[in-house]
């Protein structure tokens, strides 16, 4: 859960971006487990901050969502807790705000506690408190149709943040190539350009989840951060093949990708983020299983030079006719 939200709200003191509103940016986080620095964390990205100067920025209050185990926290950040910047991607996409618990604390209660005692402390402002069992967010979820969370509730790795499951998954694949490429030898990649090297080959693997697009009304799978050829910014993509791996709640679809299909720009964040692959559902089809189903016809098609490896279910769903034993 990540993401932010702009709003206006009449201001009474008549401050702000136009007289009597105030501009506020609600950000939205998800307590996660940072492996490479063993702590819980809360990390909420793309802020539009200006850090030499806060008052300066495109917003007049921020406003920070917190979700946990045990409810959605909100706080009025002080523009200056936990701030970093993001290196070369700040000056496009922001900075990010880091709120982390002990390091070596595994226990997510108890890094949470030292987590909200940090932000207590510092100049940001409780505003409230909801739990996740309260009737409005119930009546709320119940007032719409499935949404992502919904749909993968109780299924294999949805307890996990992405980036762990990330690093299940790319291991997994890592498994389905070796078997695929028997008489090659698999090695660990000496760059961050790639994952790891089948003989001369050097692997890409990126994942990624079918979610629910609210604004845009569809659903979705995109691929972020893809570092392929590009006119003027590289002259070659950083790897040799690029394997995608479709997290799904009837399991993971294993693709080949051309390198071509479905690829798009990031504007300026190109040259420094890499593009994106996004493939969507039909606009207004509200069913997860239709969807998918549109999207793998998609991958699927002669007219483009992807290629399905492998499917890994998770489980038989009613409407499925796979011939595939559950996971």
Known sequence: MEGSVAAETRNTAGSGTAPGYNSKVLKCAQMTWDKANRYWRFHFSEVKLKKEDAAASEFDELLLALYTPRGIFVFRHDLKHGLSAEGLKTAISGSGIYVCGPTG???????????????????????????????????????????????????????????????????????????????????????????????????????????????????????????????????????DELLLTLYTPRGLFIYMHDLEFAVSTQGVRTAILGHAIRIRGPKGEQNWQVALEAILTKLDAESNGCKRLAFVPFRRLKGWHGTEAPM
């Open 105 to 239: 604390e595994t226990n997510s209660s108890k890094a949470l506690d030292v987590i909200l005692q940090k932000l207590d402390s510092s100049a940001c402002q409780r505003l409230g408190y909801t739990s996740l069992e309260d009737e409005l967010l119930s009546e709320l979820a119940a007032a719409h149709p499935q949404r992502t969370w919904q749909v993968y509730k109780d299924l294999p790795l949805a307890d996990l943040s992405s980036v762990a499951r990330g690093d299940r998954m790319e291991a997994l694949v890592r498994e389905v190539d070796s078997s695929l490429h028997p008489a090659c030898i698999i090695k660990d990649a000496d760059s961050d350009a790639f994952d790891w090297l089948r003989g001369g080959a050097r692997i890409k693997c990126k994942s990624a989840q079918l979610c629910w697009s609210r604004s845009g009304q569809y659903w979705q799978i995109t691929f972020f951060h893809t570092k392929l050829q590009a006119f003027g910014i590289r002259e070659m993509a950083t790897f």
